[in-house]
């Protein structure tokens, strides 16, 4: 419970990732550097200023287990009645493993769901050592070519991919492919396809989630006194994301949603 | 076991048709009821005033003139014009005279009224001089009284003058018994009364003011028989001539005779719920549970094979359409606090049988299915949820409010129940609870509640505090000492109790002042024969006949005073960034952020009682001087800049609403600052004092009557509504929200307590974010929460409807304990609700 990390927010009475009503946790600090990404202030583990509504803000916190768990557990009541729990994300909440293990295992111990959203950057040594406290593993997976993953992030995905199908042969976690649906990095059917079926090859994996690239980061960005790498890309149509969906549905056996 | 068919039937094309002719005008005052009444006075002069009551029913349904709407199957309308008005003499009437050239153009509920309508109502007011309810109420009054409601602190406008209304009664006992039946109780009771009894005179005149009031209704309904005859005598088409017939042969039955069928059941109880607003103009009166008392009715007719679902949730949505046709207009005041039009008819389904289980059932669905494809504010329909609730129910439920109507409101029978029984109440009778109005739980058919008895604005006290009981020049309350001479945040919280107490009490003499006139002026024996004991005590519901008694006026304003006893704690006692004087000071300075008329005026005249003190003489034109002085006055900039580092040392404060203990245990106590000692007080009807905390939509006209608040609110800004949080001052998310609302003690708020929460569509898209938003209520209900009600709509839509009102006409809000148009709400009203936190989704 003493053991400490970084954080830069909480969010409560998040519907979107995960099963129910549930509190997320942001571990600042990312090995990826996504050119889409909406939390730029996530991606340094460095803490640091933001403008937030003409106000200097400061992203990142030191923070015991004990002290996130005290604000999770206000909203028990709300993930008894909806099954929901607690989320971390990020960043990579792997690139703090000793926090990120803490925090699940405090939250199993007294019964609450647990969830993550990563894309399993890290040694598969890591990964092990949290799936006994892990219900929900919200994997992402970006793109299949390890070139192109490169160049709109910043690193291959060859780890990444290969850890997936280690989590899944574990059969320790229920495993969730997720896919942020970018305009002009790999929204083609045929480049979604191939994210599909290769989760479709990940045994026990029934479901994938495509999320539709959004612009709500750009103010970050200037916040921060960066420039937004996606300039005025606008974000996928609904009737793509919808054809898209059919093309997983065509494709694989997976339950596929839009949005999470 | 789970017997019940939750399956939608499609809207029947009839009801978009009534819809639109029912607004297709704006509403129109019309003088018939104040003629006729007034004419039945003249004529019953020296009677016992419940026989004039009576007599006076009697002669407005004999000669109001009637109408059946085309296409209706349910019949019955007050007025010809559809949503028309009557107006009520006899409880006030001067207040119309005065805004007779600006009803038709205020913002807020707007009337037509003609030339000749004028004319008539001002010669049948004429005979009310000195007659009214309201005028005797105010005899009744302590002069400190009226000294208190002079500066605002509480208005008990609505039964000062009007009728009270807040009322279920027995359309069960209609619906099986008939009025026959009703009749026959009251013969039965009058063989019992023996001339040697001493309440034998008052007792017979009741009954037989009861037995007349019944003949009045059923002769009543009988002129609808005659009249669907004609129409269908003249009618072209067959099959409506049909329909007519069968109206005609239904009005000649009910309510006269028990109903048999579910259409007989449906129209009985619309002339019961219409008559009862033809007798007085109290409004909430209460529906009550529909499902429940309609059930047996529908259930013998499917039984029997002779009513389709179809034609029953058509008839369900004609009563539907038949609920938004009443309507009231009240002074514009009352209408700024009351906006929308509403008559706060509160129509609950589900919860539990008396016998404590689930009471579901198939009207339970198709309640709800009638509000969907009506989609107009009335009923004001809720649900009842509890631990063994359907959660099919209460997704049906969420799947509507989902639509952004406002509807439905969500009771937790887990509080309700016990805060009752804590009352006084059976357990099978708390089990059987609807609701009135916005939000107040009582029993029905057996309580006189007096809901909504006042609004109390909390924060008045707290201003007191600090201008040691002065108000606008002159001594308004008790004084408390001076404020910078305090040592402690105890003395500080004390002087707020003491303020709190003194003006309680005379909120008390207020409302039992009001209670005493209307027993005397206005007691009502058709309402009172359908309310246990009336016809056993032989008195009427005004007189303490009923069962059950309360008063419950309603305070508010509880986050603004939590988060303003929290500054006073914090910056003046804890941490000592900010002198008493300071605050005190910034308060009156508007935190330098200028000043409005009211607060000049308030200002000069607190100049001019100095002035006075020295020996100066204080003339109008002074008053008039010193107000442009400080409307022009500039702050020096140093004086300026230390109010907005005030501003800003409160605004880093932590606020009521954010799930913070601290905070949230202020203002837990600060509620029982209102809570506990009003329930020590006595009504005239031999009832108890229990408080509510809600303020209906008054936070917005009151708090246009509050200067600036410790909390950082500035001059008559709103207050914050019911229960929830400063509006904006909630940044931790719905849950968050809901804790701190949860913390505060609800149960001895047993008149009732309101959370408004605003959601954004996108928080509830899907079938899991239905099964969320329904977990989210559970959750907050878990924590012993008492009420919730939702707007769901999105700020930009809010926005192009108060610029674009006439593409919004069917938008239909949450206000408080209620459902109104969005754009028939006055500009400050709709500024407060997009102002409300918007829930929505995360990232």
């Known amino acids: 419970m003493n053991v400490s990390g970084r954080i830069f927010d909480i969010q409560r009475y998040s519907i979107h990732d995960g099963a129910g009503i549930r509190t997320i946790i942001f571990l600042k600090g990312c090995a990826l550097r996504c050119r889409w990404c909406c939390n730029p202030e996530s991606q340094s583990f460095e803490i640091e200023p933001m403008m937030v509504q003409g106000r200097r803000k400061i992203m990142g916190r030191d923070i015991t287990v004990m002290e996130v768990m005290q604000t999770v557990k206000r909203d028990m009541p709300y993930y008894s009645r909806s099954e929901g729990g607690l989320t971390l994300s990020g960043g990579e909440c792997l690139l703090q493993p000793e926090f990120a293990r803490a925090l699940l295992k405090a939250a199993k111990d007294i019964g609450i769901n647990t969830a993550i959203e990563s894309m399993g950057f890290a040694s598969y040594e890591t990964i092990e050592g949290i799936l006994p406290y892990l219900d929900t593993y919200l994997m992402d997976i970006k793109h299949m070519n390890p070139q192109k993953h490169a160049l709109f992030t910043g690193k291959e995905n060859t780890l990444m991919l290969e850890n997936a199908r280690k989590i899944a042969a574990s059969g320790l976690t229920q495993l969730i492919i997720r896919v942020p649906v970018v305009p002009g990095f790999n929204e083609t059917p045929e480049e979604i396809r191939a994210i599909a079926e290769f989760a479709a090859s990940l045994p026990g994996v029934e479901q994938i989630h495509l999320l539709p690239y959004h612009s709500y980061g750009r103010g970050k960005y200037e916040g921060l006194g960066r420039e937004y790498p996606m300039g005025d890309t606008e974000p996928p149509s609904f009737e793509h994301m919808q054809r898209l969906k059919e093309t997983v549905e065509l494709h694989t056996r997976l339950y596929c949603q839009i949005g999470g | 076991m789970v017997t019940y068919n939750s399956t939608p039937v499609v809207k029947s094309p009839r009801i978009s048709r009534l819809v639109e002719h029912l607004f297709a005008k704006m509403p129109e005052i019309e003088a018939a009821r104040a003629e006729l009444i007034t004419e039945s006075y003249q004529q019953t002069e020296g009677l016992p005033v419940i026989i004039r009551k009576a007599r006076a029913l009697e002669h407005m349904l004999n000669n109001l003139p009637i109408i059946i709407r085309p296409e209706e199957l349910i019949v019955g309308s007050t007025t010809l014009a559809p949503r028309g008005c009557q107006t009520y003499p006899e409880f006030s009437y001067e207040w119309l005279e005065a805004e007779f050239d600006t009803v038709e153009r205020r913002s807020a509920d707007p009337f037509y009224i003609s030339e000749d309508t004028k004319q008539r109502l001002l010669k049948a007011n004429a005979y009310w001089k000195g007659k009214t309810t309201s005028e005797l109420a105010t005899s009744y009054m302590a002069p400190e009284t009226l000294r208190a409601m002079k500066h605002n602190f509480f208005t008990p406008g609505n039964y000062f003058y009007n009728g009270v209304g807040h009322v279920t009664v027995q359309y069960d006992q209609v619906l099986s018994l008939g009025l026959r039946g009703i009749k026959e109780k009251a013969g039965k009771e009058m063989e019992q009364c023996q001339f040697g009894d001493a309440d034998y005179s008052t007792k017979m005149r009741f009954l037989e003011a009861v037995v007349m009031s019944c003949d009045a209704v059923i002769a009543y309904a009988n002129r609808y028989a005659v009249l669907a005859e004609e129409m269908a005598g003249r009618e072209q088409n067959a099959e409506r001539r049909q329909e007519l017939m069968t109206i005609a042969g239904i009005c000649k039955k009910v309510p006269e005779y028990p109903a048999e069928g579910f259409q007989e059941a449906c129209q009985s109880f619309w002339f019961i719920q219409q008559v009862l607003q033809i007798e007085s103009s109290g409004h909430s009166i209460s529906p009550g549970r529909f499902d429940q008392y309609m059930y047996p009715y529908y259930e013998k007719d499917r039984q029997a094979g002779i009513l389709t679902r179809e034609y029953a949730q058509e008839l369900i949505d004609c009563i539907w359409v038949k609920l938004n046709d009443l309507n009231k207009c009240r002074d514009a005041a009352s209408a700024e606090g009351f906006a929308g039009y509403s008559l706060f008819q509160n129509l609950i389904v589900g919860g539990q049988t008396p016998d404590g289980r689930d009471a579901t059932n198939d009207l339970s669905f198709m309640c709800i299915d009638a509000s969907h ?120 919280y004390q002087a707020y109790e003491k303020q709190m107490n003194y003006n309680i009490s005379l909120l008390v003499n207020a409302d039992n002042a009001i209670d005493v006139a209307h027993a005397k002026l206005c007691p009502l024996p058709f309402l009172s024969c359908l309310v246990d004991d009336c016809m056993k005590k032989g008195t009427s519901v005004q007189e303490g006949g009923a069962v059950y008694n309360f008063t419950g006026p309603q305070g508010f304003g509880i986050a603004n005073v939590a988060d303003s006893l929290y500054t006073v704690k914090k910056l003046v006692f804890e941490e000592k960034k900010v002198t008493m004087g300071e605050l005190k000071r910034a308060l009156s300075m508007n935190f330098g952020k200028g000043f409005d008329e009211i607060t000049a005026r308030e200002i000069a005249l607190q100049v001019g009682q100095e002035m006075a003190a020295q020996g100066q003489e204080v003339t109008e034109a002074v008053i008039a001087a010193t107000i442009q002085q400080v409307l022009t006055m500039e702050i020096p900039e140093a004086e300026k800049r230390r109010y907005q580092e005030i501003l800003d040392l409160i605004d880093d404060l932590p606020k009521f609403g954010n799930d913070l203990d601290e905070v949230d245990s202020l203002a837990r106590e600060a509620a029982y600052v209102y809570t506990r000692p009003l329930q020590q007080y006595k009504n005239p009807r031999g009832g108890i004092f229990h408080a509510g905390l809600y303020p209906v939509s008054a936070n917005v006209p009151l708090g246009a009557q509050t200067g600036a608040t410790p909390d950082g609110r500035l001059a008559h800004t709103p207050v914050a509504d019911g229960v929830s949080p400063s509006s904006g001052k909630d940044v931790n998310g719905p849950t968050a929200a809901c804790n701190s609302v949860a913390r505060l003690d609800h149960s001895i708020a047993s008149n009732g307590t309101l959370f408004n929460m605003k959601m954004h569509p996108t928080a509830m898209s899907g079938q899991k974010g239905l099964e969320n938003f329904v977990s989210l209520i559970r959750g907050y209900f878990d924590q012993k929460g008492m009420h919730m009600q939702f707007n769901v709509v999105d700020r930009q839509t809010l926005l192009d409807a108060q610029k674009n009102p006439e593409k919004y006409s069917g938008l239909v809000v949450r206000v408080a304990g209620y459902s109104a148009l969005f754009t028939t709400l006055s500009k400050s009203l709709q500024d407060d609700i997009i102002r409300r936190t918007e829930q929505a989704v995360n990232r």
């Open chain 2, 373 to 492: 494809h009506v989609f107009l504010p009335q009923p004001s329909l809720s649900i009842r949820v509890w631990n063994g609730s359907s959660k099919e129910l209460l997704l049906r439920a969420a799947e509507l409010t989902r639509t952004g109507i406002g509807l439905p409101a969500y009771y937790n029978d887990e509080v309700i129940i016990p805060a009752l029984i804590n009352r006084g109440i059976s357990l099978d009778d708390a089990r059987g609870y609807n609701i009135i109005g916005c939000v107040e739980p009582q029993v029905p058919g057996k309580t006189d509640g007096w809901h909504d008895a006042a609004f109390f604005n909390m924060c008045r006290p707290l201003e007191m505090v600090f201008s040691n009981g002065y108000d606008a020049g002159e001594l308004a309350s008790i004084q408390t000492g001076d404020v910078e001479s305090f040592q402690t945040f105890e003395e500080f």
